[in-house]
Nanobody
């Protein structure tokens, strides 16, 4: 599976962005997917994950109620809608796929990674 993340950019606090991650490979529709982020000087952390069908998702406490993960298996794409953005959301955002159908928050359980897209929240 190859992953290509896009949609990052500069946004003011309180604004919104939608990230996309396009996947290639026949196993996409049976793979759980996730978004992680890494801020400068910090370790990479789980943001959101979605199971193979889109019927189940999980979020980090810091983004619950503000971010929404979704997927379109017909387009081999997942999305991360980010609303009410805060300066502390500034990071490089990575999408990831795992050989497994169910969501996990553990970075080590994801098998494929995209290249990352920069999100900067600043006035």
């Amino acid at each position: 599976v190859q992953l290509q993340a896009s949609g990052g950019g500069l946004v003011q606090p309180g604004g919104s962005l939608r990230l996309s991650c396009a996947a290639s490979g026949r196993t996409f529709s049976s793979s759980a997917m996730g978004w992680f982020r890494q801020a400068p000087g910090k370790e990479r952390e789980f943001v959101a994950g979605i199971n193979w069908s889109g019927g189940s998702s999980d979020y980090a406490d810091s983004v619950k109620g503000r971010f929404t993960i979704s997927r379109d298996n017909a387009k081999n794409t997942i999305y991360l809608q980010m609303n009410s953005l805060k300066p502390e959301d500034t990071a490089i955002y990575y999408c990831a796929a795992r050989i497994g159908m169910y969501v996990t928050t553990q970075e080590r359980e994801y098998d494929y990674w995209g290249q990352g897209t920069q999100v900067t929240v600043s006035s």
